[in-house]
């Protein structure tokens, strides 16, 4: 197998290169994905579902053996920090197949904090085309958008928002905030509608939009799904092809150019079996250096995130008529020293979860969306077949920890507020737990349990609250929280989770930084034919979900790709 350029990973960054990079006939392009593939017609029922909970607890989705530590270090009592599932997609597709469908694209700032750190070119006004080129927005143009992209983005007006929906953003109004019809327009504090990828009330994922049939149907694309590469091929320091696993056979194939979409805790992974990493971590594992880059699988970022719930009143309720459970978000400012503006965020969520319980639970989530914390990723063995080890030291940063328990009390207050007053009562802090994981697997059994509580949650009041607190909260009561600033510190650490945003481990950056893994064009540092695409460039974590900003880096490094 012969080609021009190989493309790990059908994810997001995967699915816009092999749009791009096959739009010129002569090209030949290789699209390898380890996970399911998602045709024209053929998509999964829950992947096309604007309810994204059911698709994203479908273990087929995802590479079940991956495990993080989220914890900084230990506290208070030394002790180990739990090892975790960290959900990852492996699909056609990559997360925006099994995300919340969010299209926001982060602050103007966070980009020209890109090209301070060394990201060349990859300032605001380099990035604000891609952005605009990717999408076709169905609400807003003028200079901010673009009409004729892929992508479609929309929001749901306020008028048909639940009653929840519509109380959070009363409340919102009341503590000050204005509303922002544009998500995606004028970075400022306020509450707004939530940009999706999402059309006539179903997910576009990016392999929708970039891998329709017409693309698919060019002579010079090869998709190949269910097809796990193990090995990036070398001749000296040039990148020559790739190994992987097709129909239970060993293949080979070469190409010009290969390029890692695998993501920001796959793709340092292979640079690092490859022999492209911190010299001496690679001769411990019997790893041949080819490159001597200690930056891969650094500089890991994350939000992270803490959540309550309460439980909603009927007339509150998503109605069954609606699958979109996400409406109205909040961004605000915790005016801490030194933190931009916009630097935390929060999503009113209308249905905790897919099952009769969820449904009767409405949240709050807020996370830091300006973080300065940062993990690491390493090597557990030179096997392919073994996860690498990542440590995400989510609050390593006193400023993430201290903003994550404010924005706790400010949530607190927001649902506390008149109007929300007998919209949603008996709040309790709410976690993603092993235990609320494992009930958000989609089947009968979890479905007759917690239809059978959620009957008692509709009982007595008495009996609801001691539901509350004896099952799902464990005993952990919001007021106490409140009171007690080491309780709440204890807590947030033990609880806090990512938004699955995981970025930065192969970052851009000029080739005599030595923690700068890649050029602005995605080139590899110290070896020729390699590129990485997708959010493990990332300078720094934007205040936006990762899904838009990766398929903007894409459709900019495509066209380098088509340049050179």
Known sequence: MDYDTIIVGGGSAGCVLANRLSARSAHRVLLLEAGMDTPPGAEPKDVLDSYPIVAYFNPTYQWGDLRVTL??????????????????????????????????????????????????????????????????????????????????????????????????????????????????GEWADGYFP??????????????????????????????????????????GNQATGVRFTYDGKTETARAALVVLASGALHSPAFLLRSGIGPAAALQALGIAVRADRPGVGKNLNEHPSIGLSGFLGRAARLPDSMRRHLHVSLRY????????????????????????????????????????????????????RVEPKVDFRLLDDRRDLERLMWGFKFVAGMLRAAPLQGVIGDLFPSSYSERVRSVGVVNFQNWL??????????????????????????????????????????????????????????????????????????????????????????????????NIPTIMTAEKIADAIVAG
Request: hydrophobic share 40%; aromatic share 8%.
């Open 449 to 546: 349990k917690t239809w059978i509580a959620g009957q008692m949650m509709d009982g007595p009041a008495p009996l609801r609250r001691w539901l509350i607190d004896n099952v799902l909260t464990e005993g952990v009561r919001l007021d106490r929280l409140l009171a007690d600033d080491a309780a709440l510190e204890d807590y947030v650490r033990r609880t806090a989770t990512g938004t699955w945003h995981a970025s930065g481990t192969c970052r851009m950056g000029r080739a005599g930084d030595r923690m700068a893994v890649t050029d602005g064009k995605g080139r590899v540092h110290g070896v020729d034919g390699l590129r990485v695409v997708d959010a493990s460039l990332f300078p720094c974590v934007p205040c936006a979900n990762t």
């Open 194 to 235: 939530i940009a999706m990828s999402n059309v006539d009330d179903h997910r576009v994922s990016a392999a929708m939009a970039y891998l329709d049939a017409s693309v698919r149907a060019r002579a010079n694309l090869t998709i190949l799904a269910h097809a796990p590469a193990s090995e990036i091929l070398f001749q």
């Open 333 to 384: 400012s915790s005016r801490f020293d030194g933190c931009p503006q916009g630097d935390m965020f929060l999503s009113t969520v209308g249905k905790s979860a897919w099952h009769p319980v969820g449904w009767r639970l409405g949240s709050i989530l807020t996370w830091v969306n300006k973080t300065y914390s940062r993990g690491e990723l390493r090597l557990a063995s030179a096997d392919p």
């Open 71 to 184: 914890e900084s270090s230990p506290h208070n009592a030394p002790r180990e920090a739990p090892i975790r599932r960290y959900e990852q997609a492996r699909i056609m597709g990559g997360g925006s197949s099994i995300n919340a469908q969010l299209a926001n694209r982060g602050a103007p700032h966070d980009y020209d904090e890109w090209e301070a750190l060394g990201a060349e070119g990859w300032g605001w006004a380099g990035v604000l085309p891609y952005f605009k080129k990717l999408e076709t927005d169905l609400d807003f143009d003028g200079p901010l958008h673009g009409k004729d992209g892929p992508l479609p983005i929309r929001r749901l007006a306020r008028e048909v928002w639940p009653g929840y929906a519509r109380a959070a953003a009363a409340a919102y109004e009341t503590a000050g905030f204005r509303y922002l019809p544009d998500q995606n």
